[in-house]
């Protein structure tokens, strides 16, 4: 079986243009090797590369063609040598070499060796939630000042954005820049414990305070004593805990649910949500005096809409986590950064490490290009680079389809015989016959809607219309 190699092949003799290529290359994240053209032959009959990059300083044009019909599987660039053309020689590399262009062209291998070769599946870990405040915008960058500004006090902070911003990104960074460094970071989420589960939850409970109280417990605000105590959703906190909080707050005293006991509490109070509560004040939903002791020292996260500049930065962390998840590192054409910059990003951050996490599965080790996005996350209208693939080899797949599927093809009798006539038949007419009967089958059952008729035939709409115009047939 052909061995799958990771890296680029350059070709050529070693001079300053093949070292400084083989240098971008290794700044882009690839491994490189540099090889001469007769080295070239044993490698690519063992093993398939990503690319080879052809620097055609002292070779022929035939020597070149040469090389390409050897390894008609393989995508190869060329450098310096325009004018050869064969169906795997994808592009020619131009000089100044940039970014945009050699990202490009890369990508166009990579879908090249998809389109030869069958993928892989790979295993599902779930990427950890983003961690860490990246970004130049104005915004994040005023929200690092605020934190190294209170970090060092005990004030209670109110953290604001909208739900994925990261807010408990922020709460984090408090503890971890403040003296209470060493102690617990406790985090409760206000929203998801039922209220009257809440009490115990932050204050803890005696034995027999209540059915099912077989034990004393303690409380958050116990176990994040000399620590952080991050109230996450505060908003979602019923009216009757707020009063409770107040206390706590202005008092630093507590009782256990069911105890006379007075506990004194040292915790920092750092809370956060995604509700306007001053509006929530006016409507009584919650309390004024509460608002007024949490918003001590307020600290709003920017969405990530209002810092799109900031998406390329946020990417290269992404991605950096998920490598060192040893999971490989997808990397980004320069046009399919610039079309994550132009989404909305409605779930914000916690969106953006979704969407990494799903294109690291697809395309582990991968180039993404904009039509490699999701349908929603493309706002850049980019031809779809397609490999030509003959006539005859889409014959040859179509019979491998129908004799290496595990479920018979249903077949009209009539019309296509499942036993071989003892005069035999015509195999190339027999599956045109088939092929027009199931794309008219499709247009008529979807309306002679193309696009529609294309997908329920598993194959592109361009696809479906050259054969369409191949028959002779149109969509009446």
């Not at 009959?45 to 040469?66: G, M, P």
């Not at 206390?247 to 509490?265: A, D, H, N, P, Y």
């Not at 900031?310 to 320069?334: H, I, Y």
């Not at 582990?364 to 039509?371: K, M, R, S």
Request: proline share 5%.
């Amino acid at each position: 079986m052909m061995q799958i190699e990771q890296r680029i092949l350059i070709v050529g003799t070693l001079s300053e243009r093949v070292s400084r290529l083989c240098c971008i290359f290794e700044f882009l994240g690839e491994q490189c090797d540099i090889v001469t053209p007769e080295a070239l032959l044993s490698l690519v009959e063992e093993s398939r590369y990503r690319a080879i990059v052809i620097v055609a300083d002292n070779l022929a044009v035939e020597s070149i063609k040469n090389i390409a019909t050897i390894a008609p599987w393989q995508p190869i660039l060329l450098l310096g040598a325009a004018g050869v053309e064969t169906s795997n020689i994808l592009g020619l590399i131009e000089e100044p070499i940039n970014y945009p262009q050699l990202t490009e062209l890369l990508h166009f291998c990579q879908v090249f060796g998809r389109a030869k070769k069958e993928q892989v599946p790979t295993s599902g870990n779930q990427t950890k939630l983003f961690r860490s405040l990246v970004g130049r915008s104005e915004g994040i960058a005023n929200v690092r000042h605020l934190i190294n500004q209170v970090a060092s006090s005990d004030a209670t902070v109110l953290v604001l954005g909208q739900s994925g911003t990261g807010k408990e990104v922020v709460a984090r960074n408090i503890h971890y820049m403040s003296e209470r460094r060493d102690g617990p970071f406790i985090p409760v989420n206000c929203g998801a414990i039922p209220p009257e589960l809440l009490e115990s939850e932050l204050f803890g409970h005696e034995k027999g305070s209540f059915t099912g109280a077989i034990s004393s417990r303690k409380g958050r605000f116990e176990l994040a004593e000399g620590g952080t105590l991050f109230l996450d959703e505060i908003g979602d906190m019923p009216l009757q805990m707020q009063v409770k909080l107040l206390r706590v707050l202005q008092e630093r005293v507590f009782e256990r649910v069911g105890g006379s006991k007075t506990i004194q509490t040292d915790v920092r109070i750092v809370a956060a949500t995604h509700r306007d509560l001053e509006s929530m004040i006016t409507k009584n939903d919650f309390r004024e005096d509460l608002y007024y002791r949490l918003n001590v020292f307020p600290i709003e996260m920017p969405a990530l809409a209002e810092r799109s500049e900031d998406v390329p930065l946020l990417l290269q962390e992404l991605v950096s986590r998920v490598f060192n998840e040893g999971r490989g590192k997808v990397r980004f054409t320069q046009r399919a950064i610039e079309s994550l910059k132009e989404h909305a990003w409605s779930g914000n951050v916690r969106e953006l490490s979704n969407l990494v996490e799903r294109l690291t599965i697809l395309y582990p080790g991968g180039l993404v290009d904009v039509n490699d996005l999701p349908q929603k996350y493309r706002h850049i209208d980019v031809p779809e680079y397609c490999v030509e693939i003959s006539e005859e080899q889409q014959e040859r797949d179509a019979l491998a389809s129908i004799f290496n599927d595990d479920e018979p093809i249903d077949l009209p009798e009539t019309r296509f015989p499942t036993e071989l006539p003892p005069e035999g038949v015509n195999l190339k007419d027999l599956l045109a016959e088939l092929e027009i009967d199931m794309i008219r089958q499709a247009l008529e059952l979807q309306d002679n809607v193309v696009a529609r008729a294309a997908e329920m035939l598993g194959i592109r709409r361009t696809t479906l219309v050259e054969k369409m115009r191949k028959y002779g047939m149109s969509k009446e």
